[in-house]
T-cell receptor
Framework: GAGVSQTPSNKVTEKGKYVELRCDPI?????LYWYRQSLGQGPEFLIY????????DSGLPNDRFFAVRPEGSVSTLKIQRTERGDSAVYLC?????????????FGPGTRLTVT | GNSVTQMEGPVTLSEEAFLTINCTYT??????LFWYVQYPGEGLQLLLK?????DKGSNKGFEATYRKETTSFHLEKGSVQVSDSAVYFC?????????????FGKGTKLTVNP
């Protein structure tokens, strides 16, 4: 079946611009996670959705970052007033449910470059 | 806080060599532990996991044992192949006070030469 998909695969934007990154989880997966992976680092947690609600947004670095999942399926990560330090690969993962019993399946990521 | 430390890479081995990638963790309570792998051009995939002390996770010839006394989860494989070339990430699963997330190490790049 289809895995987690993310669009766009690459995004280049100028400093100060607004960007949206999209994640399509595996059908039927209620849990959705966003991570950010900077060069040479492991993925860093940003936010976790259970259904439509953000169950844990403690990883969002500041109020320029926001994510939504209005219908409990597709999620959009929104970044306002982008900065060069936001350049990274943004990963999305989904799982059947929250908790350690459910494997997180990762998408291929969106590579964001802020110039 | 919760964190994972894994050995610095890159690691270069010849085919059929023995592999160890060290991983230690710091956590409150007893987290579940994971190894993820990222093959060139592909997304992160779960390789193996262990959910309690002394559990051994295994998959594709790789093994790791959850050692509570040394807070470690070292990845091993007896005979690596060229196809094992990838970046390996150790991670712990943190679930406390409504917060629920994977915490990853920095990754170790493995290159296996024929």
């Amino acid at each position: 079946g289809a895995g987690v998909s993310q669009t766009p695969s690459n995004k280049v934007t100028e400093k100060g611009k607004y960007v949206e990154l999209r994640c399509d989880p595996i059908s039927g997966h209620t849990a959705l996670y966003w991570y950010r992976q900077s060069l040479g680092q492991g993925p860093e947690f940003l936010i976790y959705f259970q259904g439509t609600g953000a169950a844990d947004d403690s990883g969002l670095p500041n109020d320029r970052f926001f994510a939504v999942r209005p219908e409990g399926s597709v999620s959009t990560l929104k970044i306002q007033r982008t900065e060069r330090g936001d350049s990274a690969v943004y990963l999305c993962a989904s799982s059947l449910g929250g908790g350690v019993a459910y494997e997180q399946y990762f998408g291929p990521g969106t590579r964001l470059t802020v110039t | 806080g919760n964190s994972v430390t894994q050995m610095e890479g890159p690691v270069t081995l010849s085919e059929e060599a023995f592999l160890t990638i060290n991983c230690t963790y710091t956590a409150t309570g007893y987290p579940s532990l994971f190894w993820y792998v990222q093959y060139p051009g592909e997304g992160l995939q779960l390789l193996l996991k262990a959910t309690k002390a002394d559990d051994k996770g295994s998959n594709k010839g790789f093994e790791a044992t959850y050692r509570k006394e040394t807070t470690s989860f070292h990845l091993e494989k007896g005979s690596v192949q060229v196809s094992d070339s990838a970046v390996y990430f150790c991670a712990l699963y943190y679930n406390q006070g409504g917060s629920e997330k994977l915490v990853f190490g920095k990754g170790t790049k493995l290159t296996v030469n024929p």
